[in-house]
């Protein structure tokens, strides 16, 4: 076991090529949230909750940039976690919740976050859900934090543009699953199923997750999500980022 922990980084490796491979300016993204991160808190050191943060990507980059930070990873599926957990060690809090649920609040640290950030994951939840959570989230802020969703989030104003643009990212994303460059999603999930360690909480995630529902992804424009944030009681709200039908909207508590 304790070798596999030592090399446990390479599964966070793995994870980071197979989601570059499907979103080619992820790194983008996130350097966007942190930049407006650094903003809200004038170079002081976070507290941050990654939000659906899977095996901490967002984490690990708010600690790479702001050492002194204190991040919380929140999600429910139990081989990410795991490895979120053997990435972070002793630098971070890892909470196990459902998002679906709105008790997820009463499982996090008492004291509020300066920012809650999340990608490419709240699409899997229904619209009403996504409404209500971001009122959930804004509860979690102090006075002045921020909250970054960055997502599958097409310009309505751009239909045919925005079609080309999916097809585009499509052909060259399957050419690199061709060529072998990047591993595709369901090889990386198979690859998992052969890992000592993480194979039976593959199994755990099978039973949480079932193939039916875990598919219905719900992507909606910014201009949804803006409206949402308003209704939810962010003081603003608008695009930080925009990455071709990828946006990452930001609300201000």
């Known amino acids: 076991m304790t070798a596999y922990w030592e090399t446990a980084g390479v599964w966070q490796e793995s994870w980071d090529r197979q989601q570059e491979g499907f979103i ?6 996130f350097a966007a949230m942190l930049t407006a991160v650094a903003a809200i808190t004038d170079g002081e050191a976070p507290r941050l909750l990654d939000l659906a943060g899977g095996t901490g990507t967002i984490a690990l980059r708010t600690l790479a ?4 930070a204190r991040v919380t990873v929140l999600d429910q599926d139990p081989v990410l976690l795991t490895i979120a957990e053997a990435s972070l060690r002793d630098r971070g809090t890892i909470v196990d919740a459902d998002l679906g649920d709105e008790s997820w609040r009463a499982k996090l640290p008492a004291e509020g976050f300066d920012a809650v950030l999340t990608a490419t994951a709240l699409h899997w939840l229904p619209a009403e859900r996504v409404a209500a959570l971001y009122g959930e989230i804004r509860k979690v802020l102090r006075p002045g934090g921020i909250f970054v969703n960055a997502d599958h989030m097409p310009d309505e104003s751009l239909p045919a543009l925005s079609e080309k643009l999916r ?9 690199r699953y061709a060529a072998g460059a990047v591993t595709s999603w369901p090889d990386w999930w198979q690859r998992v199923a052969g890992d000592e360690v993480l194979a039976p909480r593959l199994v755990e995630r099978e039973r949480i997750y079932p193939s039916a529902s875990h598919h219905q992804e719900w992507t909606p424009p910014a201009a949804w999500h803006l409206d949402a944030l308003r209704a939810a009681g962010f003081a603003e709200a608008g695009v930080l980022w ?3 039908t ?3 909207v930001a609300g201000l508590r």
């Open 242 to 244: 925009r990455g071709g």
């Open 24 to 29: 080619a300016d992820r790194e983008e993204r």
């Open 65 to 68: 940039r702001f050492p002194l």
């Open 167 to 175: 097809g585009h990212a499509r052909r060259l994303r399957e050419a």
């Open 246 to 248: 990828d946006a990452a």
